[in-house]
């Protein structure tokens, strides 16, 4: 049971919608579990599984795998298993919810079944155990989980940024974020003030909160002074602090001040005395301006059975489930430490101490959760007055989420009559008490955190478009971002020319894939995103993001890249695509009630199939306005983008608005460039789906020139010395054709046709069909060799080529030569007037700097204007590119 190869799918994927592992599971070898006695009757011994058997191995795997993580407390169900066409080779799919904790689980799951396949022991109790403990580790706190909970049921997508509480919540510039029961709006001085008890009490005594009096001490014996000085009993506390740590309350003797003098000097150097004030702990928690929350809290302790001593005691309450040593867990651990020893000496107790039935010893003498106390909810009981002393001491502090303590006889009537106090404003306050109290009513305080966070019901999110299909993925994602950033959106763009905000890229790699959507949707600046999104991000890692707006599949056509990762034909290919449409935000979604859509090319039928797996609703694009599938799709009330007459057409339904000529549509050149119009077309969709008004997509559209500054590579035409150069980045058949189709447009005067071409790491078949296209449409080729060759022998592509290239009609000269930069400089050598040289890139930066320095070299002939609509409606003027496709 070899894994060879472990897949993270960290976003919406071709199996789920959730987070899953991918497995290949290599079982070659491994014996049929009919003919392994006692097989299944071990896995079942040492898990709860709810199948009876397994066919294979692989499938016990994948249950057992799921089986371990719900144990651990990750509450996961998914999982398939798939045979592949090789005998023995296996796809198992688990879902995991935190991925170390789920890792962990898979490899627990192969040795517990390796241990059954070869009848070897396997101690599950003690796997279970380490799985539980991780589980502790890697998941986030109750408070943190609440907020977290909260958001997504409201729609609000959340990332954790880091393995501790740090989580984002949102997108974008709507994006805010916590750490536990704080906020990005948590101030740093509020925080400081908060830790610091007795500036804490100055500023709440200076607002009219009612307070204990008290004075920092120096020495334990100025600790009972200090105590004489204010009346016992008194609290002894540092004063920086939290969690109670160091705290002891209603002392009345000088030993018990001294000692708690020297307890509290543990944790911080300044120590405080203050009055004590009578009555019971309680927490009030105001979130915003109001409280939202109290409880009544009540310290550690036992109740003793006659027969154990207090260490057994502790032992036996610390058994329950809900405690664990820290905050993982909605109670903690009772702890026998310095203080509590104080506390007990103080009752005439020792550790060793057996109590009577019955008895009740303190453990400690403050409530907090975190020493082991418990809460009791009162939240209906609080009376008006005591709920808006809270609020002021939280204000006071300057802190948006605050935990009040108060010391009160009744939380019914106000401080004031009955000389309460608030004791502590807490920054970061604990929400355990809130969630599952001890007793009484839970209480939804993580809503009531998100709701602060997003008023109004806003979900924190940015619309997304993203782009998808074979050919035309960049320069579609290209004038999307273009068509929003003229509406005037802040736009994050992720395409394979690298990641951009606005103008300014942010990186210069291949960012198609989901590191850089996440990426983007970490921008505070962005408002929205389109993200370019390639087959072999969402293989390798699923989605960057959980939901889209709008999902644009360009094209499938005879497909790319098939034959990689098991994807062995377009069909394969196409359902890895629709990924994409899958997680269209589905209607009623909250920040999209309609849903959002499908832009998808009706002309395609790979593509145009996809429209029944999207969740809303669907808008096709399409040159032929009377194609089948989108009469079909108007005759129901659907939208489309068409072709009529040379303009661009909205339809809805029976209704149609034209929007543009295409003439004034600068990348199509006069409509000429039939996948520059598919662009087009797709990327209008796209921004019409999202709700830009027809004068916006006119503006957008009409400013979009195509030249390399904003589609690098990607049909750049240049004119010098009375000649054409057309950069392209061709890098397979399909698209390899239809720039031949193109050229035409460009010059229709009979000089001589050079390309500068290389092959990518294709299929053998796909480079010699590439090599019969160039073949048959070109005078002169200049061959380089391609650095993308992976374990392709040196020389190999080319040959490949020449083999397609001999079967041309039109091919006289072949050269090659050792690089791309040297390519170049063949092609433009000899260049004439009439001549067309198209410079087919791959790596497209550096290409396009060679192409500069050579037309910067020569001078650059006068490009005609662009002919009116007019005279392209009379079908003059159709060879000219216009002013727009020059430098």
Same mark, same amino acid.
């Given at each position: 049971m070899e894994f060879r190869k472990v897949w993270i799918l960290r976003g919406p994927n071709l199996w789920a919608r959730v987070p899953v592992f991918e497995v290949e599971c290599d079982l070659t070898g491994a014996p049929a579990l009919e003919t392994v006695p006692g097989f299944q009757d071990r896995l079942h011994s040492w898990l709860t599984l709810a199948s009876d058997s397994f066919p294979t191995a692989a499938h016990a795997l994948q249950h057992a795998a799921? +089986?371990?993580?719900?144990?651990?407390?990750? *509450?996961?169900?998914?999982?398939?298993?798939r045979e592949s066409a090789q005998p023995g080779l296996f796809r198992v799919v688990v879902e995991y919810e935190e991925e170390a904790l789920g890792r962990a689980c898979l490899d627990a799951a192969r040795e517990l079944c390796l241990a059954a396949l070869h009848d070897q022991p396997f101690d599950a109790a003690s796997k279970l155990g380490e799985l539980r403990e991780l589980a502790h580790d890697v998941r986030l706190g109750p408070s943190t989980a609440a907020?977290?909970?909260?958001?997504?049921?409201?729609?609000?997508?959340?990332r954790r940024l880091n393995e501790g509480s740090l989580v984002q919540l949102g997108q974008g510039v709507r994006a805010r974020r916590i750490c536990t029961a704080e906020t990005d709006s948590t101030g740093a001085i509020a925080e400081a003030i908060a830790q610091d008890k007795e500036l804490t009490r100055a500023l709440l005594r200076a607002v009219g909160v009612p307070v204990p009096e008290g004075r920092p001490v120096s020495s334990a014996e100025d600790a009972w002074e200090a105590a004489e000085e204010l009346g016992l009993p008194v609290v002894v506390k540092p004063q920086f602090g939290n969690h109670g740590r160091g705290v002891a309350t209603n002392l009345t003797t000088r030993e018990q001040?001294?000692?708690?003098?020297?307890?509290?000097?543990?944790?911080?150097?300044?120590?405080l005395v203050e009055t004590y004030a009578p009555g019971a702990d309680h927490r009030l928690l105001v979130i915003g301006d109001r409280l939202v929350a109290a409880a009544l809290r009540e310290p550690a302790q036992v109740v003793g059975d006659g027969r154990s001593? !207090?260490?057994?005691?502790?032992? @036996?309450? +610390?058994?329950?489930?809900?405690?664990?040593?820290?905050?993982a867990t909605v109670l903690s651990f009772i702890k026998l430490d310095a203080v509590s020893l104080s506390v007990l000496a103080e009752q005439g107790y020792a550790p060793d101490s057996v109590p009577s039935q019955g008895q009740r010893v303190l453990i400690r003498r403050n409530g907090n959760l975190s020493t082991g106390g418990t809460a009791t909810d009162v939240t209906d009981q609080v009376h008006p007055e005591v709920a808006a002393r809270a609020v002021e001491a939280a204000r006071a502090i300057g802190l948006d989420i605050a935990g009040v303590d108060v010391v009160v006889l009744d939380i019914g009537r106000p401080l004031e009559e009955q000389k309460a106090a608030v004791v502590e404003v807490n920054a970061g306050p604990g929400l355990r008490m809130h969630l599952e109290p001890s007793a009484g009513k839970p209480r939804p305080v993580g809503e009531a955190i998100v709701g602060m966070l997003f008023p109004d019901g806003h979900p924190g999110r940015i619309p997304i478009v993203a782009v998808t299909g074979v050919n035309g993925k960049t320069t579609t994602t290209r004038l999307i971002a273009h068509l929003l950033r003229s509406a005037g959106r802040h736009v994050g763009m992720t395409c394979t020319d690298g990641s951009y905000v606005n103008d300014r890229r942010i990186e210069s790699r291949d960012c198609s894939g989901p590191r850089s959507a996440r990426a983007v949707l970490l921008n505070p600046r962005v408002d929205a995103a389109v993200l370019e999104t390639a087959r072999g991000g969402i293989l390798r890692e699923g989605l960057g993001f959980d939901a889209c707006d709008v999902a644009v599949v360009?094209? !499938?056509?005879?497909?790319?890249?098939?034959?990689?990762?098991? !994807?062995?034909?377009i069909e394969e290919l196409a359902r890895v695509k629709r990924v994409v449409v899958e997680a269209v935000a589905p209607p009623g979604s909250p920040w999209r009630p309609p849903g959002g859509a499908a832009v998808l090319n009706a002309e395609d039928p790979l593509v145009a199939a996809m429209a029944v797996y999207c969740p809303a609703s669907v808008l096709?694009?399409?040159?032929?306005?009377?194609?089948?599938?989108?009469?079909?799709?108007?005759?129901?009330?659907?939208?489309?983008?068409?072709?009529?007459?040379?303009?661009?057409?909205?339809? @809805?339904?029976?209704?149609?608005?034209v929007l543009l000529a295409l003439a004034r549509v600068p990348l199509t050149h006069q409509g000429n460039v039939t996948f520059q119009v598919e662009n087009v077309l797709a990327a209008t969709g796209a921004a019409w789906a999202l709700g830009l008004a027809p004068g916006a997509l006119r503006t957008g559209l009409e400013s979009f020139s195509g030249d390399a500054r904003q589609v690098p590579g990607r049909f750049n035409v240049h004119r010098v010395r009375g000649a054409t150069v057309v950069v392209d980045y061709a890098h397979n058949p399909s698209a390899l054709a239809a720039l031949v189709g193109a050229l035409d447009c460009l010059s229709s005067e009979a000089g001589s046709r050079t390309i500068v071409f290389a092959a990518g790491n294709r299929r053998d078949h796909e480079i010699i069909e590439m090599g019969e296209i160039v073949g048959t449409a070109f005078d002169?080729?200049?061959?380089?060799?391609?650095?993308?060759? +992976?374990?392709?022998?040196?020389?190999?592509?080319?040959?490949?080529?020449?083999?397609?290239?001999?079967?041309?009609?039109?091919?006289?000269?072949?050269f090659e030569t050792a690089s791309e930069r040297e390519a170049i400089a063949t092609g433009f050598r000899d260049l004439r007037p009439g001549d067309l040289l198209v410079v087919g890139v791959e790596a497209i930066e550096e290409a396009l700097a060679c192409v500069q320095a050579h037309l910067?070299?020569?001078?650059?002939?006068?490009? *005609?204007?662009? *002919?009116?609509?007019?005279?392209?409606?009379r079908g003059k003027g159709m060879a000219c590119p216009g002013p727009d496709c020059s430098r």
């Open positions: 799921l +089986n371990l993580q719900l144990l651990a407390g990750s *509450p996961v169900s998914f999982g398939l298993t907020i977290v909970r909260a958001a997504r049921h409201r729609g609000i997508p959340a001040v001294q000692k708690a003098y020297l307890a509290a000097l543990e944790e911080d150097e300044h120590v001593t !207090i260490t057994e005691l502790v032992a @036996e309450v +610390n058994r329950d489930p809900r405690r664990s040593d820290g905050h360009t094209n !499938i056509g005879k497909g790319d890249h098939v034959g990689l990762r098991g !994807i062995e034909t096709y694009f399409a040159r032929d306005a009377g194609h089948p599938v989108v009469v079909a799709h108007r005759a129901t009330g659907g939208r489309a983008l068409l072709v009529r007459g040379g303009d661009i057409v909205l339809a @809805e339904g029976e209704r149609e608005e002169r080729v200049v061959l380089y060799a391609d650095q993308d060759v +992976n374990d392709r022998a040196g020389g190999e592509l080319n040959a490949l080529l020449r083999r397609g290239l001999a079967a041309g009609r039109r091919i006289s000269e072949t910067d070299g020569t001078t650059l002939s006068t490009v *005609p204007p662009s *002919p009116s609509a007019e005279a392209v409606k």
